[in-house]
């Protein structure tokens, strides 16, 4: 079943490694059906070289595997509250990127500070609160999946695609796999660039709010300007 979908979710997955997202198995994409019934994610501790298509499992909405010969990755129910709680989502990405990890180690937003951030992420790249004993002890997954759905309440996960788990790792995501995977790719090179640009001016240069709405906009939202139109586009 979902043999297109998880022929995208293998791609995606092959993504993380060629981009250099993650070390070892530390990483993993998964894709959504379009009826919003099954997820389809790599399996549990599988290197991305020896990942075949036929190995990524199909789980339901309760994490119960339905098709698949190996255990879906750990944090499958972390991307299963991110898809419960967002219902634009059709892919979700965790990478312990090494970037990225380092603001959710630091506990640090990823402040925007140039038109790089600003054309993929609409403002501060959040980062979760520090989850609880009682949280881990109970359903650390899940529970790391509330946190972040928590730390949305007043974002719009279309338009902050990206979510820095303290002491952790990060989580993006989008409306297909590979838009997932593109934007675990940006979330590396922004926090990169933000780290390196620290080094060089600590406090940075404050970013205008007009010129982060105006290269957001320009790539996102209904009067995009950026790249090719698409046929049928009006002109
Ligand atoms: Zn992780």
């Known amino acids: 079943m979902l043999e297109e979908l998880k022929h995208e979710v293998w791609k995606a997955n092959q993504g993380l490694e060629k981009h250099k997202l993650v070390s070892l198995t530390w990483g993993n994409i998964s894709g959504l059906s379009a009826d919003r019934d099954f997820m389809v994610i790599k399996p549990s501790g599988v290197g991305y070289n020896e990942l075949k298509s036929d190995d990524l499992v199909v789980v339901d909405m309760d ?30 990405a965790h990478t312990h990127s090494v970037y990225a990890t380092m603001f959710s180690q630091a506990n640090q937003s990823i402040p925007c500070l140039g038109t790089t951030h ?34 949305f309440e007043h974002l719009d996960p279309l338009k902050m695609p990206a979510a820095l788990v303290v002491g952790h790792g990060a989580f993006t995501w989008g409306k297909s796999p590979d838009e997932a995977l593109f934007n675990s790719v940006a979330l590396e090179d922004v926090a990169k660039m933000a780290f390196g640009t620290f080094l060089l001016r600590p406090k940075g240069i404050p970013f205008p709010d007009y010129l982060l709405r105006k290269h957001f906009l320009k790539k996102h939202g209904p009067d995009a300007y950026y790249g090719q139109k698409k046929t049928g586009d009006k002109q």
Not at 84 to 89: R, V, Y
Not at 129 to 141: A, F
Request: glycine share 8%; charged share 30%; no cysteine.
């Open 118 to 151: 600003a054309e993929h992420f609409y403002g501060d790249i959040p980062v979760t609160r520090m989850i609880t004993e009682e949280e881990v002890d109970s359903d650390y997954e899940v529970n790391t999946g509330k946190v972040i759905v928590e730390r």
């Open 63 to 92: 994490g119960q595997k339905v098709e698949g010969q190996l255990s879906p990755s750990s944090d499958t129910p972390i991307h299963l509250e991110l898809y419960k709680a967002f219902d634009s989502l059709f892919g979700v």
